[in-house]
Structures are given as structure tokens and as C-alpha cells.
């Protein structure tokens, strides 16, 4: 049925699907790469989301490595990196009223030393990264989602867009667009953890045989305006303990820029506890009195949640 619609069809040299960090950086590599040896290479980019960045919603320490190679002027560039991490604190919590920081040699433990990193939103990253790509020739489009792969045989050769304008009841609505295929010689997945497309990849070409199993964790995040008094920017914490309920959960809370804070909690999927929720875990966490007491007189202004991949948890 769907093949006797007639679909649009664009060819590039190279289709990338999501406009995350990755999808990003790999089109500016191509398109850097296509300059250095003075060759033209069409790069498309399509991102899910409405806008770049609009489903990236995320406080972030970010450590500068990657991007000290890719554009090694960022700072001349007006990249968002505005907040140097200052401080780290971590905290183990043993209950809504008692926690204490924990003294560490930070060597030991990558992941609580942000000497040299940044704390920022990858969203603002993101528009940023895209901003930069497009000045060197890619072509992004936000607001379409890759929901087929086109296969000729068993090779990939391209995407199929999702339809547009479909009501809740499968009609077509007036502003109703068929899907498009976006053709490439290479066409790059770069849809984050457990992407639809990247299962479909993986079973297909049999890409997990022989592989531990991927372990993945829900991460809770929410953005927070917070009374200036309160605000200690490039502060970096990390809590662990209470409430974890038997998981090996933890929490961040990152001061940015503007009187804001990026907090979450993630919790690994791998719980034995059929009565757990995740969910409430992190609502119970923000009543611990360290943390309400940056919250009180602050206010939401976005939340969301994302699975994320992780390490195997240590068994308690
Ligand atoms: C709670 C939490 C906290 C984190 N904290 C940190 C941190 O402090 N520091 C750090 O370095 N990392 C952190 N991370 C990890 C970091 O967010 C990821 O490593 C990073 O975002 C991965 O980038 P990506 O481009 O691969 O995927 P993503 O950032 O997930 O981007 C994928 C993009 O592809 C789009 N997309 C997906 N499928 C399709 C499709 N079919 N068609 C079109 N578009 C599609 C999505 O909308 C999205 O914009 C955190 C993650 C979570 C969940």
C-alpha cells in the first residue's frame, strides 16, 4: 500500500539521522575532512525534534577533549562553555534529614574530579554545534523523524521520513505530507541510547551475537531557576545513598550559568524490586533537606526523562 505513494526523493552523499552531540560533530568531521582534500560532499542531517537541541534536555559537566579537536577556536566561536566547573562535592545521604560529604582523593574517581570541565546545556551546545555545521554546508532538518530504513538488498541506502498530518484515528488531516526518502551512499545512525532504528540495525545484522548484553539506566532531569543567593555557579555535586530502595542509584546537581541548576537522578534497569519506581525515587530525593533547600524558593522551568546506557551495576 505504502508503494504506491508517491514520495520525494533526496540523494546525498551521506544522510545522518539525530542532531545530538554525535550526529553533529560527525557531520562537521565529514564536511571538515571533504575540505582538507578539496572534494564536495553533501551532508544532510534530520533531526526528530522541532529544533535542534529541543529534545536534548540536559545539564551536563562536560569534559572538552573531543571538541578541543574538532574546533580546537571554540572559544572564539561563541561555543556555550561559560560555567568552568569550580568545585566538586560528594555526598552520601543516609536519610531525608542526615547526609555528609564524603572526603576523596578526586584522582581516584574520574567521574567526581571536573577539574577542566565545564558545566553547561547541551541543548544551547547543540544549537550551537549546529550552527557551526551549517556554516559549513550541511543540511539540517529538524522536525522529521527517520522511521524506515530503505534497504536494496541487505545494504542500507538511505531513510524513510515519517508521515506528517495524521489524526489520533489514522485519517489524513488537511496539512497531511507522505513521508521522503533521503537517499545516501553512507547513512549514519546517531539516534542516542536504544534508538528504533539502531535496534532494528542490530538485529538484522546480527550486531549484538556474541556481545554482553547493553545495561541501561532512566535518568530523571529537571532545569531549575534558583534564588541568586542559593546559586554557587561550576559547583558540581553528586549524591549517593538515600533513597536508593536497594538500587545502585545516584543523583547529580550541577550550578550553570544564569542562576540555574541542572539535577537528576538515575536509576540502573536492572532493580529486582517489581514495586519500585523510579520516578518517585527522584521526587523523594528533592525532599532531602540539602537539596529542598536549594529548591524551595526556585521554580521548575523543564523536566523530562531518557534512558541512558551504563556499566553493569555491583550487586549490594
Ligand atoms: C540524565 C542524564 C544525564 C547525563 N549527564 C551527562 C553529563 O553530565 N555529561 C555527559 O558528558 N553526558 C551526560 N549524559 C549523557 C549524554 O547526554 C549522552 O552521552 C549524549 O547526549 C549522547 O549523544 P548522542 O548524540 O549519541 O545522542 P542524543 O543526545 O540522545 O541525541 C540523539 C538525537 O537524535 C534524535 N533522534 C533520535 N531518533 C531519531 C530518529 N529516528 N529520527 C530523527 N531524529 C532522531 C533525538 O531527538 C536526539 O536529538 C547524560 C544523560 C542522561 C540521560
Redesign the pocket.
Same mark, same amino acid.
Given at each position: 500500500m505504502s508503494d504506491q505513494i508517491e514520495r520525494d526523493c533526496m540523494e546525498y552523499d551521506v544522510v545522518i @539521522? &539525530?542532531?545530538?552531540? #554525535?550526529? %553533529? #560533530?560527525t557531520a562537521i568531521r565529514i564536511k571538515q575532512l571533504a575540505a582538507e582534500n578539496n572534494e564536495e560532499v553533501s551532508v544532510c542531517l534530520?533531526?526528530?525534534?522541532s529544533e535542534? =537541541? !529541543?529534545?536534548?534536555l #540536559? =545539564?551536563? @559537566? +562536560?569534559?572538552p577533549t573531543a571538541l578541543n579537536e574538532l574546533i580546537p577556536d571554540w572559544k572564539d566561536k561563541g561555543a556555550p562553555l561559560n560555567s568552568p566547573a569550580t568545585k566538586d562535592v560528594v555526598k552520601f545521604i543516609i536519610s531525608e534529614n542526615l547526609s555528609f560529604n564524603i572526603p576523596f582523593p578526586s584522582f581516584l574517581i574520574p567521574t567526581f574530579n571536573n577539574h577542566g570541565n565545564y558545566v553547561m546545556s %547541551?541543548a544551547n551546545f547543540?544549537r550551537w554545534l549546529a550552527s557551526q555545521a551549517e556554516n559549513l554546508g550541511v543540511e539540517i532538518f529538524p522536525g +522529521?523523524? /527517520? #522511521?524506515e530504513i530503505i534497504y536494496d538488498g541487505n545494504v542500507v541506502k538511505g531513510?524513510l521520513?515519517g508521515e506528517m498530518g495524521i489524526s489520533k484515528d489514522g485519517e489524513k488531516k488537511p496539512s497531511y505530507q507522505p513521508s521522503m526518502e533521503l537517499r545516501g551512499k553512507y547513512t549514519i545512525f !546517531?539516534?542516542?541510547?536504544r =534508538?528504533? %532504528?539502531g535496534k532494528q540495525l542490530i538485529k538484522n545484522y546480527n550486531l549484538d551475537n556474541d556481545k554482553d548484553p547493553q545495561h541501561y &539506566?532512566?535518568? +530523571?532531569?529537571e532545569i531549575w531557576d534558583i534564588a541568586p543567593e542559593d546559586h554557587k555557579e561550576g559547583t558540581v555535586m553528586h549524591t549517593m545513598g538515600w533513597p536508593s530502595n536497594g538500587t545502585i542509584s545516584g543523583s *547529580?546537581f550541577?550550578h550553570g550559568e544564569n542562576n540555574q541548576v541542572y539535577l537528576? *537522578? @538515575?536509576v540502573p534497569l536492572d532493580y529486582e524490586n517489581p514495586h519500585l519506581s523510579p520516578f518517585d525515587e527522584f521526587q523523594q530525593w528533592k525532599q532531602q533537606k540539602d537539596i529542598k533547600k536549594v529548591l524551595e524558593k526556585g521554580k521548575r522551568v523543564a523536566y523530562g /526523562?531518557? !534512558? %541512558?546506557?551504563k556499566r553493569l551495576s555491583i550487586k549490594a
Amino acid at each position: 500500500m505504502s508503494d504506491q505513494i508517491e514520495r520525494d526523493c533526496m540523494e546525498y552523499d551521506v544522510v545522518i @539521522v &539525530g542532531g545530538g552531540p #554525535s550526529g %553533529l #560533530s560527525t557531520a562537521i568531521r565529514i564536511k571538515q575532512l571533504a575540505a582538507e582534500n578539496n572534494e564536495e560532499v553533501s551532508v544532510c542531517l534530520i533531526e526528530k525534534g522541532s529544533e535542534i =537541541g !529541543a529534545h536534548i534536555l #540536559s =545539564g551536563n @559537566v +562536560f569534559e572538552p577533549t573531543a571538541l578541543n579537536e574538532l574546533i580546537p577556536d571554540w572559544k572564539d566561536k561563541g561555543a556555550p562553555l561559560n560555567s568552568p566547573a569550580t568545585k566538586d562535592v560528594v555526598k552520601f545521604i543516609i536519610s531525608e534529614n542526615l547526609s555528609f560529604n564524603i572526603p576523596f582523593p578526586s584522582f581516584l574517581i574520574p567521574t567526581f574530579n571536573n577539574h577542566g570541565n565545564y558545566v553547561m546545556s %547541551l541543548a544551547n551546545f547543540c544549537r550551537w554545534l549546529a550552527s557551526q555545521a551549517e556554516n559549513l554546508g550541511v543540511e539540517i532538518f529538524p522536525g +522529521f523523524t /527517520a #522511521s524506515e530504513i530503505i534497504y536494496d538488498g541487505n545494504v542500507v541506502k538511505g531513510i524513510l521520513t515519517g508521515e506528517m498530518g495524521i489524526s489520533k484515528d489514522g485519517e489524513k488531516k488537511p496539512s497531511y505530507q507522505p513521508s521522503m526518502e533521503l537517499r545516501g551512499k553512507y547513512t549514519i545512525f !546517531a539516534e542516542g541510547c536504544r =534508538g528504533h %532504528l539502531g535496534k532494528q540495525l542490530i538485529k538484522n545484522y546480527n550486531l549484538d551475537n556474541d556481545k554482553d548484553p547493553q545495561h541501561y &539506566g532512566i535518568g +530523571f532531569k529537571e532545569i531549575w531557576d534558583i534564588a541568586p543567593e542559593d546559586h554557587k555557579e561550576g559547583t558540581v555535586m553528586h549524591t549517593m545513598g538515600w533513597p536508593s530502595n536497594g538500587t545502585i542509584s545516584g543523583s *547529580y546537581f550541577y550550578h550553570g550559568e544564569n542562576n540555574q541548576v541542572y539535577l537528576g *537522578y @538515575v536509576v540502573p534497569l536492572d532493580y529486582e524490586n517489581p514495586h519500585l519506581s523510579p520516578f518517585d525515587e527522584f521526587q523523594q530525593w528533592k525532599q532531602q533537606k540539602d537539596i529542598k533547600k536549594v529548591l524551595e524558593k526556585g521554580k521548575r522551568v523543564a523536566y523530562g /526523562a531518557r !534512558a %541512558l546506557i551504563k556499566r553493569l551495576s555491583i550487586k549490594a
